[in-house]
């Protein structure tokens, strides 16, 4: 990925993210899952927490669509915990 190759971690972990969303929303949905996963693993290890929640919450609903509820269920509780934190609310509903 380019963006990679030029050391721009944040914005290769965010296309990361948006690619495994586009893949899932296609009907490839584990490779989704597993692309907005490695994303979201990603974007953590950069230290920028902005659309954290956002982000949780749809890969919540991916782990819903995809019958694994205990992790849909993690990830909710984790975005709910960062709204707070962050008072990043867009997500909240």
Same mark, same amino acid.
């Given at each position: 990925m380019?963006?990679?190759e030029?050391?721009?971690?944040s914005w290769s972990? !965010? +296309?990361t993210r948006l690619h495994g969303w586009i893949l899932f929303n296609q009907g490839r949905k584990e490779e989704g899952v597993a692309e907005m996963q490695e994303g979201h693993a990603? $974007?953590? +290890? $950069?230290?920028i927490n902005l659309g954290i929640p956002n982000?949780? $919450?749809?890969?919540?609903?991916?782990?819903?669509? $995809?019958?694994?509820l205990d992790e849909a269920?993690?990830? !909710?509780?984790?975005? !709910?915990? !960062?709204?707070?934190?962050?008072?990043?609310?867009?997500s909240e509903a």
């Open positions: 380019l963006s990679a030029h050391g721009f971690t972990a !965010l +296309a990603d $974007t953590v +290890a $950069t230290g982000w949780r $919450t749809a890969l919540a609903k991916a782990y819903m669509e $995809t019958g694994r269920s993690h990830a !909710l509780r984790e975005a !709910l915990t !960062l709204i707070e934190q962050s008072e990043e609310r867009i």
